[in-house]
């Protein structure tokens, strides 16, 4: 006799049990992010809203921001300090007082309506005002970190030295500061490093290809100034092993210069506002720049920084009143190229033709990271022709002459001509060189954008 079967008991699941077991992975990662989003809400909102520490300090901050742009605007108009005690003064005070109080009570209000996550976060996550923020503040802490640390490694650095060795650290320090910054960024916005125009198509190809023009293009700016006897060639300065070394030491200083300025302006900065501005933002960015300039900067070509903020307002103007698709792009390049203008005013030796060709050239290089899909060409143009001014050729780079250049070089004549202590930069030919490589750029790179993007609409008409 074969034993009865019994029917194995059945364990009872609670509800929650039985919603576990259709959990995939996914869904408990999802989980957890809701998790971590909910304790982190906490430190944010209380039972009344957003907690009252954050409301005071969000006050205060506002209102330093918009007195200091109300002074600012006053200062320009009428000059005077802080603490005057002239009539005239004393009113301008209290109507900027009352007007930041005024600004940061209506933002505030639409905070409180809107919730905290409207203030902090939009359609494409964290807002680029508050991306912006982090990476700047990021970008000047971690300077004094790492320049603290490579100062006391290599003494060498306190000394005022524009040598390929001492300039190379130099510029290390801003490049892994950058580098931290971005990486921090990014992982805060769910992102990697190479999202930020660093990841399109051919980028070996369109550095290699950078290379080759920026220093095509920095020859022939050379060239038509000895033609014109505005530059004059003296004797080779190096010789024998001394060419190489000298070459390769300048060669990668001039890399990191390309990689920090480039990743600074077009990678991250470009990439970021891109995504969050508007004409409006535009305008009170490269508004804020000009004003700045204005009140507090004398010399150092500040008209060029003006030139390229006039050029680039009725473009961006009817951009945004045409509602175009790739306004955005256009609006931030006019603020990235108008901001590398305004941090070339803080060199020595600069003309309003250098400040100005500097921000034009910036513009060049957003246009390539247009067509092109990344920022390679444009690091790749940047180092070529930073190398071959400052080690091919000898000449003054923003005011600065290198030790050890291959070439030796004398500027002579009218310095609108031969650009003076700012070197070929400075001179007007520049323009007109700069304006050759976006042709180049748009005629190389422009026509294939142009046919990748119609190829792609006939294979989604076609199905």
């Given at each position: 006799?074969e034993p009865e079967a019994r029917p194995t008991p059945t364990q009872k699941t609670t509800p929650e049990q039985a919603a576990d077991a259709d959990l995939t992975p996914?869904?408990?990662?999802?989980?957890?992010?809701?998790?971590?989003?909910?304790?982190?809400?906490?430190?944010?909102?209380?039972?009344?809203?957003?907690?009252?520490?954050?409301?005071?300090?969000?006050?205060?901050?506002?209102?330093?921001?918009?007195?200091?742009?109300?002074?600012?605007?006053?200062?320009?108009?009428?000059?005077?300090?802080?603490?005057?005690?002239?009539?005239?003064?004393?009113?301008?005070?209290?109507?900027?007082?009352?007007?930041?109080?005024?600004?940061?009570?209506?933002?505030?209000?639409?905070?409180?309506?809107?919730?905290?996550?409207?203030?902090?976060?939009?359609?494409?996550?964290?807002?680029?005002?508050?991306?912006?923020?982090?990476?700047?503040?990021?970008?000047?802490?971690?300077?004094?970190?790492?320049?603290?640390?490579?100062?006391?490694?290599?003494?060498?650095?306190?000394?005022?030295?524009?040598?390929?060795?001492?300039?190379?650290?130099?510029?290390?320090?801003?490049?892994?500061?950058?580098?931290?910054?971005?990486?921090?960024?990014?992982?805060?916005?769910?992102?990697?490093?190479?999202?930020?125009?660093?990841?399109?198509?051919?980028?070996?190809?369109?550095?290699?290809?950078?290379?080759?023009?920026?220093?095509?293009?920095?020859?022939?700016?050379?060239?038509?100034?000895?033609?014109?006897?505005?530059?004059?060639?003296?004797?080779?300065?190096?010789?024998?092993?001394?060419?190489?070394?000298?070459?390769?030491?300048?060669?990668?200083?001039?890399?990191?210069?390309?990689?920090?300025?480039?990743?600074?302006?077009?990678?991250?900065?470009?990439?970021?506002?891109?995504?969050?501005?508007?004409?409006?933002?535009?305008?009170?960015?490269?508004?804020?720049?000009?004003?700045?300039?204005?009140?507090?900067?004398?010399?150092?070509?500040?008209?060029?920084?003006?030139?390229?903020?006039?050029?680039?307002?009725?473009?961006?103007?009817?951009?945004?009143?045409?509602?175009?698709?790739?306004?955005?792009?256009?609006?931030?390049?006019?603020?990235?190229?108008?901001?590398?203008?305004?941090?070339?005013?803080?060199?020595?030796?600069?003309?309003?033709?250098?400040?100005?060709?500097?921000?034009?050239?910036?513009?060049?290089?957003?246009?390539?990271?247009?067509?092109?899909?990344?920022?390679?060409?444009?690091?790749?143009?940047?180092?070529?022709?930073?190398?071959?001014?400052?080690?091919?050729?000898?000449?003054?780079?923003?005011?600065?002459?290198?030790?050890?250049?291959?070439?030796?070089?004398?500027?002579?004549?009218?310095?609108?001509?031969?650009?003076?202590?700012?070197?070929?930069?400075?001179?007007?030919?520049?323009?007109?060189?700069?304006?050759?490589?976006?042709?180049?750029?748009?005629?190389?790179?422009?026509?294939?954008?142009?046919?990748?993007?119609?190829?792609?609409?006939?294979?989604?008409?076609?199905?």
């Amino acid at each position: 006799m074969e034993p009865e079967a019994r029917p194995t008991p059945t364990q009872k699941t609670t509800p929650e049990q039985a919603a576990d077991a259709d959990l995939t992975p996914a869904v408990f990662a999802l989980r957890a992010r809701a998790q971590e989003y909910r304790r982190l809400r906490q430190v944010f909102i209380g039972n009344q809203g957003l907690r009252g520490g954050w409301i005071a300090l969000m006050n205060l901050c506002l209102v330093l921001s918009i007195g200091w742009a109300l002074y600012s605007v006053a200062a320009a108009i009428h000059p005077f300090k802080i603490g005057d005690l002239s009539p005239v003064a004393i009113g301008i005070q209290v109507a900027i007082l009352y007007l930041a109080i005024y600004g940061s009570n209506l933002i505030l209000g639409q905070v409180r309506a809107r919730g905290l996550r409207w203030a902090l976060f939009g359609s494409q996550g964290l807002r680029a005002g508050w991306s912006v923020a982090i990476f700047v503040g990021l970008f000047l802490g971690l300077i004094q970190v790492v320049g603290r640390i490579l100062v006391t490694l290599f003494p060498v650095l306190r000394k005022d030295d524009f040598s390929p060795g001492t300039a190379a650290l130099q510029e290390l320090i801003p490049f892994l500061a950058m580098v931290g910054a971005a990486a921090i960024v990014a992982f805060m916005e769910r992102r990697r490093i190479r999202d930020y125009n660093l990841a399109g198509p051919k980028r070996g190809r369109h550095f290699f290809g950078g290379l080759a023009a920026g220093f095509a293009a920095l020859s022939l700016l050379v060239g038509a100034l000895a033609w014109g006897g505005w530059l004059h060639f003296g004797a080779v300065a190096l010789s024998g092993a001394a060419i190489l070394q000298f070459g390769a030491l300048w060669g990668c200083c001039f890399l990191l210069v390309g990689c920090v300025e480039e990743g600074t302006f077009r990678c991250y900065l470009q990439f970021t506002l891109t995504r969050g501005i508007n004409f409006w933002w535009a305008l009170a960015c490269v508004g804020g720049l000009c004003l700045r300039l204005l009140v507090h900067a004398k010399g150092n070509g500040v008209w060029g920084v003006y030139a390229i903020a006039l050029l680039g307002l009725i473009p961006c103007w009817r951009l945004h009143k045409a509602e175009s698709p790739g306004a955005g792009f256009w609006q931030a390049a006019w603020v990235t190229s108008t901001l590398f203008g305004f941090v070339h005013t803080s060199n020595n030796g600069e003309n309003w033709i250098g400040i100005f060709a500097a921000a034009l050239i910036g513009f060049v290089f957003c246009v390539s990271v247009r067509v092109t899909g990344s920022a390679w060409w444009a690091i790749g143009c940047h180092a070529s022709w930073d190398w071959a001014e400052t080690y091919f050729y000898g000449t003054a780079d923003s005011g600065f002459v290198a030790k050890g250049h291959y070439l030796t070089s004398t500027p002579a004549g009218a310095t609108l001509w031969s650009g003076g202590t700012d070197g070929p930069e400075g001179s007007l030919l520049v323009i007109p060189v700069v304006l050759l490589l976006l042709v180049v750029i748009l005629a190389l790179y422009g026509r294939k954008k142009r046919n990748m993007v119609s190829d792609q609409a006939l294979e989604q008409a076609l199905g």
